[in-house]
């Protein structure tokens, strides 16, 4: 079983509709990231959260919000959808590896977003 | 601002040749720097992570070095092969959790 998982995989959906993706982790971290790619841009902070108390934003969380109900589930919602939010997102966990303080950073498939 | 940078955007090289992947970044203050793959569609693969005070990881046919005082990472792929083709990011990361990601590099290797 994947450790980080994404629903929806895929989503069309119209402008000015609200939708949520969800975000599912087993890795028992704390640190829970939001990130879009987009072609030629690479990959942009959306939103973190380093527990269930601690949300933040990140570069590009405009248009955006999140909420984390549980250590191992980080949502992300665009509440009025508009076509340049069309990307891909991704959510990602962080937690030590390795010792010394070193973390990785694990990511889910992705969800590939249309907005029309 | 930290800025990351990956050149070249693409390459396609003989199956069988050693290449390397270039990663700079701008500001040298970073806790850790982490090599992921990226297939077409799907999701990131972490490679390596090199801790900021280590020259180097290797992890069989991949060797990544560190040299944080020039703002420099390279990724270097021995012997490639055609399933190595894929988009390679790095991403340099804070001691506060926050990771800047550079464009990637598209690589391509023919049979």
């Known amino acids: 079983d994947a450790d980080v998982t994404q629903t929806p995989r895929n989503r069309i959906t119209k402008t000015g509709k609200r939708i949520m993706l969800e975000c599912s982790q087993t890795?028992?971290?704390?640190?829970m990231y939001w990130y879009r790619q987009d072609p030629g841009l690479g990959l942009r902070l959306i939103y973190y959260?380093?527990?269930?108390?601690?949300?933040n934003k990140g570069e590009i969380s405009d248009g955006y919000s999140v909420s984390r109900q549980a250590q191992a589930k980080f949502s992300l919602s665009l509440e009025s959808a508009i076509p340049n939010q069309t990307a891909l997102y991704f959510c990602?966990?962080?937690?030590?590896?390795?010792?010394?303080?070193?973390?990785?950073?694990?990511f889910g498939p992705g969800t590939r977003l249309l907005v029309l | 601002k930290q800025e990351v940078t990956q050149i070249p955007a693409a390459l396609s090289v003989p199956e069988g040749e050693n290449l390397v992947l270039n990663c700079s970044f701008t500001?040298?203050?970073?806790?850790?720097l982490q090599w992921f793959r990226q297939d077409p569609g799907k999701g990131l693969t972490s490679l390596l992570l090199?801790?900021?005070?280590?020259r180097e990881q290797t992890s069989g046919r991949l060797n990544a070095s560190l040299d944080k005082s020039s703002g420099r990472s390279t990724l270097y792929i021995a012997a490639s092969q055609p399933g190595d083709s894929a988009t390679y990011l790095c991403?340099?990361?804070?001691?506060?959790?926050?990771?800047?990601f550079g464009d990637g590099t598209t690589l391509t290797v023919k049979p």
């Open positions: 991403a340099v990361n804070t001691n506060a959790g926050k990771s800047t």
């Open positions: 959260s380093f527990d269930v108390k601690d949300i």
């Open positions: 090199i801790q900021s005070s280590q």
């Open positions: 990602a966990t962080s937690g030590p590896s390795g010792g010394a303080g070193l973390e990785t950073q694990y």
């Open positions: 500001d040298s203050a970073i806790y850790n």
């Open positions: 890795k028992g971290h704390d640190r």
